[in-house]
């Protein structure tokens, strides 16, 4: 089966800082890769996915990601933090064949000003 | 469109007590998905839904632990008896595609 691993549980930045939150995944096949990301008391939203095609997927809020097959991983930037970036980010990686996703341990973003 | 429905909110239990929850999913969306979200932790997938066929619940608790998506619409999750273990917030998710979930606002339990 299919695995995340998300590496740092809790990432701070300062605001217009870079933004570079790390994925590494395990999979037998060829993954569907995403982030979602859980604002503070507010449901999980995509933030963005990866199924085929262009390797580097934009998603909301200038949010970024690359799906590296050499590296196994899917990290997610964005070039300058703001406050309302603070949440807690999840990676997910998804199986082709019966759509099963998989999330990791998350990573909490704390945006100091 | 209406979002993902689950109720009830809030629940709080004592241990070997049973609870259902329940869950609505956006019209159309032929897959739905429940995970359990323990404190600090990422959701676990329990089971998946397509239309009313099991896809997969390798990791849902079956001593414990029964769902079912009757006419492939609505769907309830149950725990019986209830561990203090069990305390976490119970998603529901639906997806058209396959790909993108859409969640509801989940319900969470707490076992006293």
């Known amino acids: 089966a299919q695995s995340v691993t998300q590496l740092g549980s809790h990432v701070s930045v300062s605001e217009g800082a870079l933004v570079l939150l790390r994925c590494n995944y395990s999979s037998s096949v060829p993954p569907y890769l995403f982030w979602y990301v859980q604002y503070p008391n507010q449901g999980l939203q995509l933030l963005l996915k990866y199924t085929t095609g262009a390797t580097l997927v934009k998603g909301i809020n200038g949010f970024e990601a690359e799906f590296k097959k050499s590296e196994t991983s899917f990290h997610l930037t964005k070039p300058s933090a703001h406050m309302s970036d603070a949440a807690e980010y999840f990676c997910?990686?998804?199986?082709?064949?019966?759509?099963?996703?998989?999330f990791g341990a998350g990573t909490r973003l704390t945006v100091k000003p | 469109e209406a979002g993902v429905a689950q109720s009830p909110r809030y629940k709080i239990i004592e241990k070997r007590q049973s609870v259902a929850f329940w869950c609505n999913p956006i019209s159309g969306h032929a897959t739905l998905y429940w995970y359990q979200q323990i404190l600090g932790q990422g959701p676990k997938l329990l089971i998946q839904?397509?239309?009313?066929?099991?896809?997969?619940d390798s990791q849902l608790p079956k001593d414990r632990f029964s769902a079912e998506r009757l006419k492939g619409v609505d769907s309830t999750l149950k725990i019986q008896p209830a561990k203090l273990e069990d305390s976490a917030v119970y998603l529901c998710a639906s997806s058209l595609e396959g790909l993108t979930l859409h969640f509801g606002n989940g319900t969470r339990l707490t076992v006293t």
């Open positions: 997910v990686v998804s199986d082709m064949r019966d759509n099963d996703m998989r």
């Open positions: 839904f397509q239309n009313n066929g099991v896809v997969d």
